[in-house]
């Protein structure tokens, strides 16, 4: 189920964390994200994976890390997007799952890196505040 995916990311990283995992086996776990669908899995990942950045960011290694972790975010930030209404290019609603799956997805696809989405929010924030 969505819960038990969710929790197996969650309680994969905390033993991990704690010690009790060698640290691959929680970033094997989340291998199969780029095919998960549903918001709690990624939320859990994402809290877990911006904890992990945090710590490694200064490390000669984040490189590694940080192409990895694009491997697993571009093919759902490729499928989701951001939340365009192709008609008038104006930002559309759609259910609040699916928006903050989006949302989880946009922020993992800017914070390591994809090109596009740093563009594409560099965009919407001046067209912001020019309007």
């Not at 199969?32 to 669908?37: D, I, P, Q, R, T």
């Not at 992990?52 to 940080?66: A, H, P, Q, T």
């Amino acid at each position: 189920s969505v819960g038990n995916r969710a929790g197996l990311i969650d309680d994969a990283f905390n033993l991990a964390r704690a010690g009790y995992l060698p640290q691959n086996i929680p970033l094997e776990i989340i291998r199969y994200l780029y095919k998960e669908k549903e918001f709690l899995p990624w939320h859990a990942a994402s809290n877990v994976l911006l904890y992990l950045d945090k710590l490694v960011d200064r490390n000669k290694e984040y490189n590694i890390f940080s192409q990895y972790i694009l491997q697993h975010v571009a093919p759902a930030y490729n499928l989701l997007g951001w939340p365009e209404d192709a008609a008038n290019s104006s930002v559309v609603q759609a259910p609040y799952q699916t928006e903050e799956l989006r949302r989880k997805v946009i922020i993992l696809a800017c914070k390591f890196g994809i090109a596009l989405c740093h563009e594409k929010a560099m965009t919407l924030l001046s067209e912001w505040m020019s309007s």
